[in-house]
T-cell receptor
Framework: EAGVTQFPSHSVIEKGQTVTLRCDPI?????LYWYRRVMGKEIKFLLH????????ESGMPNNRFLAERTGGTYSTLKVQPAELEDSGVYFC??????????FGQGTRLTVV | GDSVTQMEGPVTLSEEAFLTINCTYT??????LFWYVQYPGEGLQLLLK?????DKGSNKGFEATYRKETTSFHLEKGSVQVSDSAVYFC???????????FGKGTLLTVNP
């Protein structure tokens, strides 16, 4: 069974550009999450989808970040326009229940 | 709100040494507690968990006991191996939406 997959694995963009990260959760998982780890700091929650609905987006830093989950399958996280402080590793995760949350490998975003 | 404080490291040990990584938490209610591990080049993986006070989670020789009286969930292993070199994250889930709150992570390097 495929795990949570994220694309791209690395992205380097210039300040002011747009970047879109993609996450494919484990098939059948209704819950999908985005987290971010800024260098040296804790992994922080960004938002939570249940199927295609945003259940909790309290961790989204500002309105430059837009997450979607079309049809309750894969999700995208767009940053527009990117700023230097957006650099970090973005993790996607999925779960079916509270027993275990499965994480992807992360996308390392560098804004220069 | 919920928070997790863990020993930041980095921690460097020789093979077969004893490992302890301290983790304490603050949460309302009765959270579930987790240790996640990120091996080089890979995503986060659940290492072990405990869902109620005095539970002991264990996996791959690692153990952690949920101590409600000291609000702690310290990770231990009696004899580390080079292959245990990774970043270890302590985390809790205190709510009903499965959102995880993480510590900053501890980089462990085990030398032969």
């Amino acid at each position: 069974e495929a795990g949570v997959t994220q694309f791209p694995s690395h992205s380097v963009i210039e300040k002011g550009q747009t970047v879109t990260l993609r996450c494919d959760p484990i098939s059948g998982h209704d819950n999908l999450y985005w987290y971010r780890r800024v260098m040296g700091k804790e992994i922080k929650f960004l938002l939570h989808f249940v199927k295609e609905s945003k259940q909790d987006e309290s961790g989204m830093p500002n309105n430059r970040f837009l997450a979607e989950r079309t049809g309750g399958t894969y999700s995208t996280l767009k940053v527009q326009p990117a700023e230097l402080e957006d650099s970090g590793v973005y993790f996607c995760a999925s779960s079916q229940d509270a027993a275990e949350t499965f994480f992807g490998q992360g996308t390392r975003l560098t804004v220069v | 709100g919920d928070s997790v404080t863990q020993m930041e490291g980095p921690v460097t040990l020789s093979e077969e040494a004893f490992l302890t990584i301290n983790c304490t938490y603050t949460a309302t209610g009765y959270p579930s507690l987790f240790w996640y591990v990120q091996y080089p080049g890979e995503g986060l993986q659940l290492l072990l968990k405990a869902t109620k006070a005095d539970d002991k989670g264990s996996n791959k020789g690692f153990e952690a006991t949920y101590r409600k009286e000291t609000t702690s969930f310290h990770l231990e292993k009696g004899s580390v191996q080079v292959s245990d070199s990774a970043v270890y994250f302590c985390a809790l889930n205190g709510g009903s939406n499965y959102k995880l709150t993480f510590g900053k992570g501890t980089l462990l390097t085990v030398n032969p």
